[in-house]
């Protein structure tokens, strides 16, 4: 393979991070190479020791994000054990990604770790995860109706509750569903069972008592690119203001 010096100065700085988090072949995917070409890429550009955190493309930045999210260690504790600064990780990512970031804090705090709390960042992270897709989102005052939230995008409407264990009792089932087909919409549960793990379900029949009712898993909404930031950003501050008040 002919030297790339563009290519070799990109394998430099992010090499390691990438086959660590996204993998040879995804990476290799990623550069438009094969994963051949890939290692003789490796082997002429070496691995910088410090990691340029400026220089890591998006996508690889964001494995790296992934991969801290999908955990339950706080940052200080899951750079240090794949041997990464802080304040450089930190500084890329809450930049990049400020609401999430946001979010994964209030999350991974130790005091935060109550259903209340847990319950309530689920419901917050599906927002920005709808509102990512484009959807129009409004949450219940509250969350004290059969859903926590209304989605609307190409005139399809989600009913969502969101429901960390996914054990949502037959009356708020059965009230989901009612409201889902007086509003024309459909019934949408989300759950969170364990760290690094989101359910999506459509919600088909009813519960005549615990262990009834259908489900069929749906496809998580797809996040655009061209999301407004700022927007999300905002959106966070002011529900974390209210949770507050």
Same mark, same amino acid.
């Given at each position: 393979?002919?030297?790339?010096?563009?290519?070799?100065?990109?394998?430099?700085?992010?090499?390691?991070?990438?086959?660590? @988090?996204?993998?040879?072949?995804?990476?290799?995917?990623?550069?438009?190479?094969?994963? @051949?070409?890939?290692?003789?890429?490796?082997?002429?550009?070496?691995?910088?020791?410090?990691?340029?955190?400026?220089?890591?493309?998006?996508?690889?930045?964001?494995?790296?994000?992934?991969?801290?999210?999908?955990g339950r260690e706080v940052a200080a504790r899951f750079c240090s054990r794949h041997g990464y600064s802080v304040t450089g990780f930190?500084?890329?990512?809450?930049?990049?990604?400020?609401?999430?970031?946001?979010?994964?804090?209030?999350?991974?705090?130790?005091?935060?770790?109550?259903?209340?709390?847990?319950?309530?960042?689920?419901?917050?992270?599906?927002?920005?995860r709808l509102m990512a897709a484009g959807h129009f989102v409004v949450r219940s005052?509250?969350?004290?109706?059969?859903? $926590?939230?209304?989605?609307?995008? $190409?005139?399809?409407?989600?009913?969502?509750?969101?429901?960390?264990?996914?054990?949502?009792?037959?009356?708020?089932?059965n009230a989901l569903i009612d409201a889902a087909h007086m509003a024309g919409g459909v019934p949408v549960m989300v759950e969170n069972p364990h760290a690094g793990t989101v359910n999506w379900w459509q919600l088909d029949t009813k519960k005549t008592g615990r262990g009834t009712g259908t489900k069929t898993k749906i496809p998580a909404p797809v996040a655009l690119r061209n999301v407004d930031m700022f927007q999300l950003e905002q959106l966070v501050d002011a529900e974390q203001a209210e949770l507050a008040a």
């Open positions: 393979m002919a030297i790339n010096t563009e290519l070799c100065a990109r394998v430099r700085v992010e090499a390691v991070i990438a086959r660590r @988090h996204m993998g040879p072949q995804a990476y290799a995917d990623l550069l438009g190479v094969t994963v @051949h070409e890939l290692r003789s890429l490796e082997q002429q550009a070496g691995a910088t020791k410090v990691v340029a955190w400026r220089q890591l493309s998006e996508p690889v930045l964001r494995s790296l994000f992934d991969a801290y999210l999908e930190t500084k890329a990512v809450s930049e990049q990604w400020p609401e999430e970031w946001g979010l994964a804090q209030e999350e991974k705090r130790p005091e935060a770790r109550n259903l209340y709390k847990m319950g309530r960042s689920l419901e917050q992270r599906t927002k920005l005052a509250g969350s004290k109706t059969a859903a $926590d939230l209304v989605a609307a995008k $190409d005139g399809i409407i989600w009913l969502v509750q969101c429901k960390r264990s996914g054990a949502l009792p037959p009356a708020e089932w």
